[in-house]
């Protein structure tokens, strides 16, 4: 009864990993769940692949670096990778294809080698690892040790990149701040940064505007009531993608208001992170967003700034309401 109560209590009150829209060849546990060398025919004899999925993964850029320490593995062995996230469901999966395909990861990429997913299960040898994302890898895009693999393997598709260079051309000044203002869910993250308040960002974003001597503001945020701040704020300066998801709630992933909307929401964090990484100054705090832009670094000459609030409680029932407590504490008292 005790532990009907718990489970509950957590499913209502704290965050939980979105689920797929449908399920793949899993969604539970798994044959796979160990690195195995399978074989599934007899092409490719003298080659090794190397199948990198997750299912249902997190975050576009979570799953990205997931994959980017994947690919380091496949470097030491010398297997050849390639990503499934069309037979193992992600969470950005559509029920229909788009732009002709299925497999989630070329929504939004390249592929990482020259070889199908057709071809290699038809190979000899096979292997194809865990969804575990594993302590001993490294959390963070903007690493010396994945720089050569993001230019290689971590190619953007090109519709993605032509959309923000217009919108670069087109709404951005001769100097632009970049802001990445994360809200509603990360407030109340388990072990994840604590965010910046919108006292805090506001303070920043006025000091850096006039030390680096920027015209425009483009900010990235999933909280609706923090664009309106901005908005309020900075009328002249302040631009934005208009058709970005937005809510109060943690709610993107609960819900589906549009056609393709995760699709959408996946291309939306994508162009936002390009943007962010082509600003002439950012500020940001700690995330996977922070990190793929500062990994991809499409400005050599950024200056950045990040806010560090600390980390949330790992305690999941704590960190719904430490963000709330600390925010309501004065700065000698360990507030912010």
């Keep these: 009864m005790l532990n009907s109560i718990k489970k509950l209590i957590k499913k209502k009150f704290t965050l939980q990993t979105p689920n797929t829209l449908f399920k793949g060849i899993e969604n539970g546990k798994s044959n796979f769940d160990k690195s195995l060398i399978m074989k599934y025919g007899e092409l490719n004899k ?201 809510s109060n709630k943690n709610d993107a992933f609960k819900i589906y208001p549009r056609l393709n909307h995760r699709y959408k929401l996946g291309r939306e964090v994508l162009i936002e992170t390009i943007l962010l990484s082509h600003c002439d100054s950012f500020i940001y705090l700690n995330s996977n967003v922070s990190s793929a832009a500062i990994g991809f670094n499409f400005n050599d000459n950024q200056n950045r700034y990040i806010i560090d609030n600390g980390m949330n409680s790992k305690n999941i029932i704590v960190a719904m309401f430490y963000w709330y407590y600390k925010k309501l504490l004065p700065n000698f008292l360990g507030g912010f």
């Design 46 to 246: 003298d080659k090794t692949f190397y199948v990198i999925k997750r299912t249902p993964g997190t975050g576009l850029f979570s799953n990205v670096v997931f994959v980017l320490n994947h690919l380091l593995i496949a470097n030491k062995y010398n297997f050849i990778p390639v990503v499934d996230m069309q037979n193992f469901k992600t969470i950005y999966n559509e029920k229909k294809l788009i732009k002709k395909n299925e497999n989630a990861w070329n929504y939004f990429f390249e592929n990482v080698s020259n070889y199908s997913l057709d071809e290699v299960y038809k190979s000899n040898k096979v292997i194809i690892v865990s969804d575990q994302f594993f302590h001993s890898f490294n959390y963070n895009m903007e690493d010396i040790s994945f720089k050569s693999l993001i230019k290689k393997n971590i190619r953007i598709k090109k519709n993605f990149l032509d959309i923000s260079k217009r919108f670069i051309k087109n709404r951005f000044g001769k100097r632009t701040l970049g802001v990445h203002f994360r809200g509603t869910s990360y407030k109340q993250s388990a072990g994840h940064p604590l965010p910046a308040t919108p006292k805090q960002m506001i303070e920043m974003v006025k000091k850096i505007l006039k030390k680096d001597k920027l015209d425009k503001i483009f900010i990235a945020t999933e909280e609706k009531k923090y664009l309106e701040i901005f908005k309020k704020e900075f009328p002249l300066k302040i631009e934005y993608i208009k058709s970005a998801y937005r």
